[in-house]
């Protein structure tokens, strides 16, 4: 069975740029979250969806936005760039989630550095 | 603040020696407790698991954890650490009550082993 993949791996972009990332989960899993990952701040949440529906966000500006197909693939998508927003961006894939217990699992990562 | 809390964020030891890594949590209910290894250049990997039932649980690797409710704690252990245990942990907790795939990381364990 594939893993989560996510594109591109890196990506190296000019403040006030946008982009946009992408994850394929594990087939079959219909949640997909995405975290933020810095050597100061650690690992962050930014949303969680299913089945095409964005199902809670954390705590991040609204520049940060994403969106789920009907296949479950997810695409993140961050405008007007900041330096800060250089990070590790994680996504992980789930069955599902409300109220059952399951495990996430994690994509490589896109490293994202602005410029 | 809710939170998920590991100290001592930088262990060295040498290989043979015991490792232990503290995991303190401030969520109250029902939560899922997890540990994930990130080794040099790869992605997040899950090392073990609670969900319910014995509070003691093993994982990969010969890792296992202690689920100590009254102390809000999960913490890791290894009898007998190797080279190849070099890595960061990151201890996760799922907050079931929020009904929702989002984990909440701490800031993780760097861990060198020396041979």
């Known amino acids: 069975k594939a893993g989560v993949t996510q594109t591109p791996r890196y990506l190296i972009k000019t403040r006030g740029q946008q982009v946009t990332l992408s994850c394929s989960p594990i087939?079959?899993?219909?949640?997909v979250s995405w975290y933020q990952q810095t050597p100061g701040q650690g690992l962050q949440f930014l949303f969680e969806y299913f089945s095409e529906t964005q199902r809670n966000k954390g705590n991040f500006p609204g520049r940060f936005s994403g969106r789920q197909f009907s296949n479950s693939r997810s695409e993140m998508n961050v405008s007007t760039l900041e330096l800060g927003d250089s990070a590790l961006y994680l996504c992980?894939?789930?069955?599902?989630?409300?109220?059952?217990?399951?495990?996430?699992?994690f994509g490589q990562g896109t490293r994202l550095t602005v410029v | 603040a809710q939170s998920v809390s590991q100290h001592n964020h930088h262990v060295i030891l040498s290989e043979a020696a015991s490792l232990e890594l503290g995991c303190n949590y401030s969520?109250?209910?029902?939560?899922?407790l997890f540990w994930y290894v990130q080794y040099p250049g790869q992605h997040l990997q899950l090392l073990l698991k609670y969900f319910s039932g014995d509070p003691l649980v093993k994982g990969i690797k010969g890792f296992e954890a202690e689920f100590i409710k009254s102390k809000f704690s999960f913490n890791l252990r290894k009898p007998s650490v190797q080279w190849s245990d070099t890595a960061e942990y990151f201890c996760a907790v799922n907050v079931l009550n929020y009904g929702n795939n989002r984990l909440a990381f701490g800031k993780g364990n760097q861990v060198v082993v020396i041979p």
């Open positions: 087939s079959g899993h219909r949640s």
């Open positions: 992980a894939s789930s069955l599902e989630g409300r109220g059952s217990n399951t495990e996430a699992f």
């Open positions: 969520y109250g209910g029902t939560v899922n």
